[in-house]
């Protein structure tokens, strides 16, 4: 019997108990370079066991590595000890019991596919197309492997596996740092057209050969780049989330089905995109499927799981909010960006954070390219702004949406983690406020 | 274990390996949260052990970690960290800088007043409970938590040279919040804010006090909710401890980390605006303001032994007296700025690489106690407990919110503000300070959540502060 298949039968065998496991293989090839370069090479593995054990509407968690029936049988008689010591949660009413399966694709391992060898070979090629331009490239190179059961007590035993693929390269000026960026994210590496992400890089690096300017605090017309607007929209997922609506932090509160944003806004959480890294599940066994958040600028749905679910008398709708898509508009990007008398095209953000999660009020900075506009043409870069606003401000100062979107992918780092993406235009919002200069780029 | 790990090291033992490093960490963490007065979760991660192995080839590391401590994967792992160095160095500019040290063979155990793990789990419980239950009950708290986090790591480091050192720690990090909201606006309160992090174990907890401070957190979030802005466009501002910890950490503690001067954290943490050639000459603060990194002080989260590369702890000077003097180091970027390693080099776990990461930073004391500098003040704000931090690429520019400020009128306090937002230039905030607190107000303040490095790893480390006074800081910024 595999373990997965004991972890089934434990569900059955103790009959005042229920459970909840998360059993994972996982795996990272990661590569890091600097000063076009090798910084190092990672490998890591890890194989864990993450168990919430519940007793009537006690529970207690706890996980272990390299887990064997033995060891896990020994945790769970000690679990039973502890969890009669507990308080119960009185909002706690079941776990998950979506039936719905995904059809669990098999995927390859992405890390034996782009080994080592190959990604240096890439990186080396991008690195000498940028030489002549005395910019050399700094970034990430990131191949995961991950297997994972969800398996509890109200029979759901459902497997995801993701092999997803990370490169974002940092071209950085060596006359004076001006940094652009270009990223590629995906599981299948036959999307990756080293071609024309070198001839991307490049043309962005040869746009940051201006001069290098400050300009001064204020209100401006801005074009933000898809990765921008990605990722003011992450920062926004967090008010959608049925748990922000408990804890009183979730800006749409009270605003199902009503008009918060202009027409032209649409938001999808979509997990089956083909340009997008792709999901089964939510972290309870949820199938995780396609989801209208803002629709025409209408409000239509927070992003749901069992416990608020149920303790917020709401639907469940397995919806994370990894995979968010926004839908375009009509302007090209030459249209968004000549329609602009003076303003900046911002390409890349750093170190945001919310002043009150509520009002959506953040500051956080430009990075990797920042330049002015000027008579509908990008003609200097400017050192990195901070920047203070309501992130529901920015989305009602859209005026114009590009008319072809880009996946932007982000990895989250930490742990045994994951990487996402979203698919983003090109947007312009007017009165975008700038609040100081870092007087750096 | 340690045989293993020594069985490591003699495979290690390569003609082309210059330099070669094993750790192990078996680390405990448990952690208790209530939310809105009920137990959310009692989670605990114990014996999580991990592997890691570093080795130099041809001037280029390789790293390989794995949690899969079978005789299998560990030869797995010696493995893949030589194929990661071989293959890389044919993509290397420059070989790594490497010198030798002498080897090192210590234990050091830190002793707990109160063993979290060892303790009555009941007892743990019914103690967060008596606390979630106090912040439950007015109208105007909408929502509440209260957490701890209890953590134990054991980790041997051995190398190449004969170094092998073994050490137990443990750490706690307590934390309690509330929420008033009324109409649109919710403004919140913590205890004792986000630098709470402290080496030792219940006892910390019973330290921080939080029972005794539930009503004053309720208060003031509710007096927060009808509070006025800060209208000036510039005040002088005196920063409490907790929140100075966090500008200390955000402004020069990452500012002079020395990987940032290379480029090797471009990708994602940044950069910095430090140059070599300010070394020695670079005006960072006001005469007052001397800041130092030291590993050999063992009420801080950062005291060590030995690095995470094997160099000893050490206490080394930053800025003194105004003027940057030193750097935070590693063996490969030392000499590059000519110095010695700094003993800075640290990883969370054991299948994570070192990196160059701050121990125990520290704003030394100066004259005085708080009280004082607030009867010398005649017009400003005493402000504290963080709220926002941002700070940009190369640590220069920063934006900061507290949760609270208490406004002074001749030399005393007159009344609170809400979210009391400032910016700042580092040299010219620095160069601004114009009074530090005494030792009676000087102490650590830590978090385990300092995030850096890609993989990404969230380290503990410790920052020594006492209040100080900046003069006519923009505190008026608002979105």
């Known amino acids: 019997m595999n373990f997965q298949d004991e972890l089934v039968k434990i569900c059955s065998d103790y009959a005042d108990l229920k459970f909840q496991f998360h059993y994972r293989y996982w795996e990272t090839d990661f590569l890091r370079f600097y000063q076009s370069q090798i910084n190092y090479n990672i490998s890591k593995s890890s194989i864990s066991l993450s168990t919430t054990l519940y007793k ?97 007590s109200n029979g759901i035993n459902k497997r995801e596996i993701s092999s997803p693929i990370f490169l974002e390269v940092k071209a950085v ?49 801005v074009v933000l780049a898809p990765r921008c607007i990605g990722e003011f929209w992450n920062y926004l997922e967090s008010s959608l989330t049925a748990r922000s609506l408990d804890s009183r932090q979730s800006f749409f509160e009270g605003k199902l089905n009503q008009k918060v944003f202009p027409d032209q806004i649409t938001l999808i959480d979509d997990p089956e995109h083909p340009d997008l890294i792709n999901f089964d599940y939510n972290g309870d066994g949820h199938l995780y499927q396609k989801t209208f958040l803002i629709e025409n600028g209408v409000f239509k749905n927070f992003l749901v799981d069992n416990y608020y679910g149920r303790k917020l008398k709401m639907e469940k709708n397995g919806a994370e909010g990894a995979a968010l898509v926004m839908s375009t508009g009509n302007k090209t990007w030459e249209e968004l960006v000549g329609s602009v008398k003076r303003g900046l095209y911002i390409s890349s953000l750093h170190y945001m954070n919310f002043i009150n999660r509520k009002e959506t009020s ?44 880009y996946t932007v992918p982000y990895s989250s780092n930490y742990g045994e983690f994951g990487i996402s993406s979203v698919k983003m235009p090109h947007v312009l919002v007017q009165g975008f406020q700038i609040s100081s200069s870092t007087r750096t780029v | 274990m340690k045989d293993i790990i020594k069985r490591i090291i003699n495979k290690l033992d390569l003609p082309d390996v210059t330099f070669a490093d094993v750790r192990f960490t078996r680390t405990d963490q448990q952690m208790i949260y209530f939310e809105k007065g009920i137990l959310r979760s009692f989670d605990s991660e114990l014996d999580a052990s991990a592997l890691g192995i570093r080795v130099l080839i041809d001037g280029c590391w390789g790293f390989a970690g794995t949690k899969i401590l079978t005789d299998n994967e560990i030869d ?53 409970q008596k606390i979630a239950s106090q912040l439950v009950g007015n109208d105007k708290i909408v929502y509440s938590y209260v957490y701890t986090e209890f953590y134990r790591q054991y980790k041997i480091y051995a190398n190449t040279e004969g170094s092998f050192v073994d050490s137990l720690v443990y750490d706690t990090m307590p934390m309690m919040y509330v929420l008033a909201a009324e ?166 776990f054991a299948d994570d690489i070192p990196l160059i990461r701050m121990t125990n930073f520290c704003l030394a004391p100066g004259n005085g106690s708080l009280n004082d500098l607030i009867r010398n003040t005649e017009h400003g704000y005493y402000i504290d407990f963080t709220k926002t931090w941002s700070i940009d690429d190369n640590r220069f520019n920063f934006q900061f919110t507290t949760e609270i400020g208490w406004k002074i009128e001749n030399g005393e306090i007159s009344g609170i503000v809400r979210e009391p937002t400032y910016y700042g230039i580092t040299p010219e905030f620095w160069g601004a300070c114009d009074a530090i607190c005494g030792e009676e107000n000087w102490k650590f303040h830590g978090t385990f959540h300092c995030g850096k490095g890609e993989p990404g790893q969230a380290m503990h480390l410790s920052h020594g502060v006492a209040p100080a006074r900046f003069k006519n800081v923009v505190v008026n910024v608002k979105a």
């Open chain 1, 362 to 405: 953040i500051t956080g900075l430009t990075r990797d390219g920042t330049f002015l506009i000027e008579d509908g043409r990008l003609t200097k870069v400017v050192n990195n702004l901070r920047f203070t606003e309501k992130i529901a401000d920015i989305i009602n100062g859209i005026a114009e949406i590009e008319n072809q979107a």
């Open chain 2, 183 to 348: 109409g649109n606006e919710a403004l919140c309160r913590t205890w004792p804010g986000h630098m709470n992090g402290y080496r030792g174990g219940f006892e910390i907890v019973h330290r921080e006090k939080l029972p005794e401070n539930t009503e004053t957190i309720i208060k003031e979030a509710i007096d927060l909710l009808s509070a006025p802005r800060i209208e000036e466009e510039r005040a002088d501002i005196i920063i409490g401890g907790g929140h100075l910890a966090l500008q200390l950490h955000e402004s020069v503690g990452h500012a002079t980390e020395a990987d940032r001067i290379f480029g090797k954290e471009i990708s994602y943490a940044g950069k910095t605006f430090i140059k070599p050639v300010m070394l020695g000459n670079f005006r960072y603060g006001s005469d007052l303001v001397n800041i130092y990194s030291d590993s050999t002080d063992q009420g801080g989260l950062g005291f060590h032994l030995v690095d995470d590369e094997g160099t000893p702890g050490q206490k080394v000077d930053i800025v003194k007296n105004g003027i940057l003097v030193g750097q935070q180091t590693s063996q490969e970027n030392a000499p590059l700025l000519g110095l010695s390693p700094s003993s800075n080099m640290m990883a969370s």
């Open chain 1, 173 to 221: 000026s060596q006359k004076n740092e001006v940094t652009v960026l270009e990223a590629y994210g995906g599981e299948n590496f036959n999307t990756f057209n080293l071609d024309r992400f070198t001839k991307n890089i490049t043309a962005k690096v040869k746009a940051a050969q201006s001069e290098v300017i400050d300009v001064e605090p204020g209100e401006y017309d």
């Open chain 1, 56 to 152: 009537g509407k006690k529970s207690y968690s706890f996980t272990i590595y390299n887990p064997d029936l033995h060891k896990l049988q020994e945790k769970i008689e000690e679990a039973r000890l502890i969890v009669d010591q507990l308080p119960e949660d009185p909002d706690f009413i079941d776990l998950e019991d979506d039936e719905q399966r995904s059809s669990e694709r098999e995927k390859s391992n992405n890390i034996i596919k782009v080994n080592l060898e190959h990604k240096l070979e890439i990186l080396n090629q991008i690195a000498k197309a940028l030489e002549p331009y005395d910019f050399r490239i700094f970034g990430t190179f990131i191949c995961n492997f991950k297997t994972l059961y969800i398996i509890n």
């Open chain 2, 76 to 128: 797995k792992t010696i493995k893949k960290a030589i194929y990661n160095a071989r293959s890389g160095a044919s993509f290397r500019r420059e070989p790594a800088a490497y010198r030798r040290q002498e080897p090192v063979t210590k234990s050091y155990v830190f002793q707990p007043e109160e063993d979290p793990f060892a303790m009555d789990n009941k007892y743990k419980i019914d103690y967060h």
